[in-house]
Nanobody, 127 residues
Framework: QGQLVESGGGLVQPGGSLRLSCVVS????????IGWFREVPGKEREGVSC????????DYADSVKGRFTNSRDSAKNTVYLQMDDLKPEDTAVYYC????????????????????WGQGTQVTVSS
């Protein structure tokens, strides 16, 4: 049974940085898409980024492009989301999810429903 565990969230001031980790266990990340999503109370969960495990292809939502960077460590079966220049509007619970994919990844939330999700990690950006 696959399992995803996020970590690395916390409280940071505007302009600061955090690196989230998503450790995958139970299967190896061969030909998988890994998406990062965030959710705030009262709003729908939104996709922010994704990475393809096969070739490292990445994609980002406009709201985070240039500030967030996705990377993977295949040996550790881990994906990272480096978040720089954080803004108060980045405050949310962040989730990673994964699904098998032979093509480029997407960060559309509905594409990952019914697949593996982590439990989430809180990111708070506040002065």
């Amino acid at each position: 049974q696959g399992q995803l565990v996020e970590s690395g969230g916390g409280l940071v001031q505007p302009g600061g940085s955090l690196r989230l980790s998503c450790v995958v266990s139970g299967f190896t990340l061969d030909y998988f898409a890994i998406g990062w999503f965030r959710e705030v109370p009262g709003k729908e969960r939104e996709g922010v980024s994704c990475i393809s495990s096969s070739d490292g292809y990445t994609d980002y939502a406009d709201s985070v492009k240039g500030r967030f960077t996705n990377s993977r460590d295949s040996a550790k079966n881990t994906v990272y989301l480096q978040m720089d220049d954080l803004k108060p509007e980045d405050t949310a619970v962040y989730y990673c999810a994964t699904k098998r994919s032979l093509g480029h990844c997407t960060y559309n939330t509905v594409d990952y429903y019914g697949h593996y999700w982590g439990q989430g990690t809180q990111v708070t950006v506040s002065s």
